[in-house]
């Protein structure tokens, strides 16, 4: 996140120089997406460290939630910095059209755009794919939900870069001025719907979202398959952080365990829970025969 915040600082400088100096509104809109990104990764890098603090008397179970917070921010920040900003200045060329200075220089930025915003999309996906093995994998998976929230913000800022480097090349055969504002008019388009996505996302998690549901069957299986466990009642796993899990279970056990199986056998479920969830932080155990007891 550290990378992607550094990153589109700089895109918003050169941006806002470039939109000055040619009075594209595609440039303009390049240079609100990276400010919206530049916000955006700034408070995730907040939520990131405050969602990390101990655990105090006011917050017994810590602060992890709190980064599903600030992740709600950072999306608000791409609707109403990114999208707006960019939506009002292409409405704008529409209404008071004027022609571009030197915009060959305005396309020389939008492919540098395309380049440093296509290096910060393979960052993420080799975060992603560092635990899963495969992006698909990795997608597909609850974890690791604001590093997906990163590169689909990174995603949407090198395609808003491609669609403004074919509205400018247009302007440049046909020298229609609409051309250039229709790039920034769909940047903001491009914008709304991935801060769409996002808040949606941060909704779910903020709410307490589980985990997909193929990922508890093989929880429940691997529960399930332990030793003197004759039933899972219930099984629930939250997300409860940037990368923690909190898992809470209810069993039956078989009758004849004694209190050392007992104990033996919370530590099996534990590890075997572990083997198909690794990030869970978390892990509750209600048991209803022979006796009750808690991990």
Known sequence: MFVSFLIDLLDVVTNLVV???????????????????????????????????????????????????????????MLLIGAGLSAWRGFHQITNPGD???????????????????????????HLTGREGSLRVALRSGGQPLVKGALLRDAIGTTTSVI??????????????????????????MMTGGSIVLISQARELITGRSLPED?????????????????????????????HVDVDIDLDLADELETADIEALLDEVGARARKVVANITSLHVDLNSPERGDE
């Open 164 to 189: 403004g480097l074919m509205a400018l090349l247009l302007y440049q055969v046909t020298g229609e001025v609409r051309f250039d504002a229709a790039g920034a008019i769909a940047a903001a388009v």
């Open 19 to 77: 939109a000055v100096i040619t009075g594209s509104a595609v440039i303009f809109a390049e240079m609100a997406q990276g400010l919206a990104d530049s916000v955006g990764s700034g408070l995730l890098v907040v939520g990131d460290r405050r969602s990390a603090r101990p655990v105090d008397a006011q917050h017994p179970q810590g602060h992890r939630r709190e980064a599903f917070f600030w992740a709600l921010l950072s999306a608000m920040a």
């Open 100 to 126: 571009l200075s030197n915009s060959p220089l305005a396309i020389g930025v939008l492919v540098l755009a395309i380049g440093t915003n296509g290096y910060a999309v393979a960052l993420s996906v080799r």
């Open 215 to 243: 990922e508890l069957d093989l929880l429940r299986q691997a529960i399930l398959a332990t030793p003197g466990v004759d039933a899972v009642n219930r099984l629930t796993a939250l997300h409860a952080g940037t990368d």
